[in-house]
């Protein structure tokens, strides 16, 4: 579709997100690869459909290149074009599908305990039993890191030995137990490093990203 654009450009002037979805685009093959890595280890479902009537004479995704090639998920074929496959009436197999598909995917996820919500690095250590003395601390930060905006980048800092880390457990436990713990929250032990550095390491071998060694960090 993106070439398809560009081929009648005297029409319509292609954005960058058009560019971006060209054939062989270097952006669209680092997030599908990116993708068809991490489907399983970030717990991802995934449905896949495709159109098997051409639009205008040209069928836009055929088959094979539907295939997200992820195991155990098939492409389903849909008996639409491309425009048509994206504009689902109720009682249409794409339309029931997903349907079933958020609600089989949303009960799960109730249904998942919460201690799977808990960060991996925090099972390990319990932290005190009785903590008093960093109410403030604890409360400022809850109100960086629940921030929905942007990405918040939060630091506890101070001297060896005054509570950095057991500030971070009791924020951690108190609201996983009240069920208010947020997702994505990636907590770093820096020890006195470069901050930057140690995201960067943690997003490349967490999440397989991968940064120019020009990067400023």
């Not at 479902?45 to 094979?64: A, S």
């Not at 949303?106 to 008093?132: D, H, L, M, Y």
Request: charged share 25%.
């Amino acid at each position: 579709m993106a070439n398809l654009i560009e081929n009648i450009g005297f029409l319509t002037k292609p954005r960058v997100n058009v560019e971006e979805l060209k054939e062989h685009s270097p952006h669209l093959r680092d997030l599908n690869q990116w993708y068809r890595q991490n489907t399983g280890r970030l717990g991802i479902l995934t449905k896949v459909f495709y159109e098997t009537k051409p639009m205008g004479g040209v069928l836009v995704v055929n088959e094979d290149s539907a295939d997200p090639g992820i195991t155990d998920v098939h492409s389903i074929a849909v008996p639409a074009d491309h425009v048509s496959i994206a504009k689902a009436g109720k009682n249409d197999l794409v339309y029931v599908s997903t349907i079933r598909f958020c609600e089989k995917v949303f009960t799960a996820e109730k249904n998942t305990q919460v201690s799977k919500s808990i960060p991996e690095n925090f099972r390990r250590r319990r932290g005190a039993k009785r903590f008093v003395g960093r109410d403030e601390v604890i409360r400022t930060l809850h109100e960086q890191l629940r921030a929905t905006e942007m990405v918040a980048i939060s630091s506890v800092s101070g001297m060896a030995g005054i509570g950095k880390t057991e500030v971070a457990l009791q924020y951690a436990y108190f609201h996983w137990e009240q069920s208010t713990y947020a997702g994505g929250i990636c907590w770093l032990e820096c020890r006195g490093q470069n901050v930057g550095v140690q995201i960067i390491s943690f997003a490349m071998s967490e999440f397989n990203f991968s940064f120019s060694k020009d990067d400023d960090l």
